[in-house]
C-alpha cells in the first residue's frame, strides 16, 4: 500500500522514554514516512533532545505554552500539521513491536478506525525493554509470563502478537473490540477531519481522549476494527496519578445527549449558530 502515513506520538516531559519509542521505530518492518512529537508543553529538555536526536527518520516537534492538561489542543494541531494521508496515534510511553506500523497500515481502510492495546510492564521488565533491543525482547517476552505478572504488569495478554493473515484477521475482526486507546490506534487523516479532531472542551485526561472519539467516530458512520495482538505495544511503567472521571463523565454524557458528533471546539472552532 503506496498511502503516506504520519506517526504522532503525545509526549510530556519524558525524554527517557521517548528515546525507547523511537528507538523501537529503527526495527520497524515498515517506517512511518514522518513522525510527529506532539508535545503538550514546551520544555527545554524535550528541545534539546530532538534537537540532537540522530535519525534517518522525517521529525517534527510540536510544542504549546505548558498551561495544564491541553493535550487534545496539541494533538489537533499535530494533524493539522500532518503530511500524511493516514494517521497513526500513540503516547510517548509505549515501544512499539516490530510489525506495529505495518499492521496498521496493511489493515487501513477508509471507513475504520483501528484499534489496538497495550501490555502494561512493571518496573524490572519496563527498565530492561529500555536496554534492550525491541526485536530481541519481544522474542523473549512469552516465554517469562510468570516472571511479567510476579514484576506487576497488567494486561499480558497483549503481549502476544499473532502473524497477520487472512484467517487470522478473520478471527480478531469476530472477537471485535469495544474501546478505543488513544495510545494505540489509526485512521485516515480524512476521518479525523470528519469529526472535527479531538474535542478541546476536555481538559483532563481520559475520556475525552478515547471513550469521545467512539461514539462520534460510529455517529459518523465509522467502525472500530480491533487490531489487537497484530499491533503490539510494550506500555513503559511509571507511577500513574489518575483524576476523578466525573467531570469527564458528566461532559460527556452532555454531548452524546446533543449528538454533536463533529464537535464545536475542535480543529476548526464551530459556533451552535448556523
Given at each position: 500500500m503506496s498511502v503516506k502515513t504520519s506517526l504522532i506520538i503525545s509526549v510530556y516531559k519524558n525524554t527517557l522514554f521517548l528515546n525507547a519509542v523511537l528507538a523501537s521505530l529503527r526495527y520497524q518492518t515498515r517506517k512511518p514516512d514522518e513522525v510527529i512529537v506532539s508535545e503538550d508543553g514546551d520544555s527545554r529538555e524535550m528541545q534539546e533532545f530532538l534537537a540532537g536526536y540522530e535519525s534517518d527518520l522525517t521529525l517534527i516537534h510540536l510544542t504549546q505554552k505548558d498551561r495544564g492538561w491541553r493535550k487534545n489542543e496539541a494533538l489537533n494541531?499535530?494533524?493539522?500539521?500532518?503530511?500524511?494521508?493516514?494517521?497513526?496515534?500513540?503516547?510517548?510511553?509505549?515501544v512499539l513491536h516490530t510489525h506495529f506500523i505495518e499492521n496498521h497500515v496493511r489493515l487501513a481502510c477508509q471507513k475504520d478506525i483501528l484499534a489496538?492495546?497495550?501490555?502494561?510492564?512493571g518496573p524490572l521488565f519496563s527498565s530492561e525493554l529500555q536496554k534492550t533491543p525491541v526485536p530481541c525482547f519481544q522474542r523473549s517476552i512469552l516465554?517469562?509470563?510468570?516472571?511479567?505478572?510476579?514484576?506487576?504488569?497488567?494486561?499480558?495478554?497483549e503481549a502476544l502478537y499473532i502473524p497477520l493473515n487472512p484467517l487470522s484477521n478473520a478471527i480478531v475482526r469476530m472477537l471485535g473490540i469495544s474501546s478505543i486507546k488513544g495510545c494505540n490506534f489509526s485512521c485516515y487523516k480524512e476521518a479525523m477531519l470528519a469529526?472535527?479532531?479531538?474535542?478541546?472542551?476536555?481538559?483532563?485526561?481520559?475520556?475525552?481522549?478515547?471513550?469521545d472519539l467512539i461514539w462520534r467516530f460510529k455517529g459518523m458512520g465509522y467502525r472500530?476494527?480491533?487490531?489487537?495482538?497484530?499491533?503490539?505495544?510494550y506500555h513503559l511503567y511509571h507511577v500513574e496519578s489518575w483524576s476523578s472521571q466525573e467531570e469527564n463523565m458528566t461532559l460527556l454524557r452532555q454531548k452524546q445527549a446533543s449528538r454533536q458528533y463533529r464537535c464545536l471546539n475542535g480543529i476548526e472552532k464551530l459556533s451552535l449558530v448556523g
Open positions: 494541531r499535530a494533524i493539522v500539521a500532518a503530511s500524511g494521508d493516514y494517521l497513526i496515534f500513540i503516547d510517548g510511553d509505549c489496538g492495546k497495550r501490555v502494561k510492564l516465554g517469562r509470563i510468570r516472571q511479567l505478572r510476579k514484576d506487576g504488569a497488567q494486561f499480558v495478554e469529526i472535527n479532531g479531538f474535542d478541546e472542551d476536555y481538559t483532563r485526561p481520559a475520556v475525552g481522549e478515547d471513550i472500530i476494527v480491533s487490531v489487537k495482538h497484530f499491533a503490539v505495544q
